[in-house]
């Protein structure tokens, strides 16, 4: 089992960075990809982000290419998401998640994430 806990998040101005946290505790040592997800007041939940310790793979949604940067850090057991640059539209809920299965490739988001943080409120505004 994994278990996660997101933190980081809050109220920040347009053009603004903030670095989300995702704690992880893992019962067995097996491989697993974070991702990070986020939902929009009245949007669909959309993955942004992923990172995987089967081959250290990332990958980054369009919608904010260019703008965050993955990373973990293995001996906190910690991943972090860095978000700069951040706009109004950014706003939302971000989760992280965990999978068992499935590498950060193109369609990594229809993987079997089994694993859930609560999530953390980001606010983008002035």
């Known amino acids: 089992e994994v278990q996660l806990v997101e933190s980081g998040g809050g109220l920040v101005q347009p053009g603004g960075s903030l670095r989300l946290s995702c704690a992880v505790s893992?019962?067995?040592?097996?491989?697993?990809?974070i991702g990070w997800f986020r939902q929009a007041p009245g949007k669909e939940r959309e993955g942004i982000s992923c990172?995987?310790?089967?081959?250290?793979?990332?990958y980054y949604a369009d919608s904010m290419k260019g703008r965050i940067a993955i990373s973990s850090d293995n001996a906190r057991n910690t991943v972090y998401l860095q978000m700069n640059s951040l706009k109004p539209d950014d706003t939302g809920v971000y989760f992280c998640?965990?999978?068992?299965?499935?590498?950060?490739?193109?369609?990594?988001?229809?993987?079997?994430?089994?694993?859930w943080g609560k999530g953390t409120l980001v606010t983008v505004s002035s």
């Open positions: 998640a965990a999978t068992l299965l499935g590498l950060c490739t193109t369609g990594w988001d229809g993987a079997p994430f089994a694993f």
């Open positions: 893992r019962s067995t040592s097996d491989d697993t990809a």
């Open positions: 990172i995987s310790s089967f081959d250290d793979s990332t």
